[in-house]
């Protein structure tokens, strides 16, 4: 049960995390590239990056729900 609690926990709060972030760094990506249009690629990444967290916390509840933490 506290290993179930634990892996929801963490994919919960890391997906929240990261979805307030995205939010974030999409709204300021496309702001910069509105005004420089060259720098879509960069802002593309930019944007994607908080992704990233999310995809910790995946791997963290199934080392969880594994035992193997």
Excluded: H, N, R
């Excluded at 590239?33 to 791997?59: C, H, R």
């Amino acid at each position: 049960m506290d290993l179930a609690l634990a892996s929801a926990l963490a994919i919960g709060l890391a997906a929240f995390g990261s979805a307030i972030a995205q939010g974030l760094a999409a709204s300021a990506a496309a702001a910069a590239t509105s005004e420089k249009p060259d720098l879509f690629g960069k802002m593309l990444i930019f944007a994607a990056l908080p992704e990233t967290q999310a995809i910790y916390g995946l791997v963290i509840a199934y080392l969880l729900l594994s035992k193997i933490v």
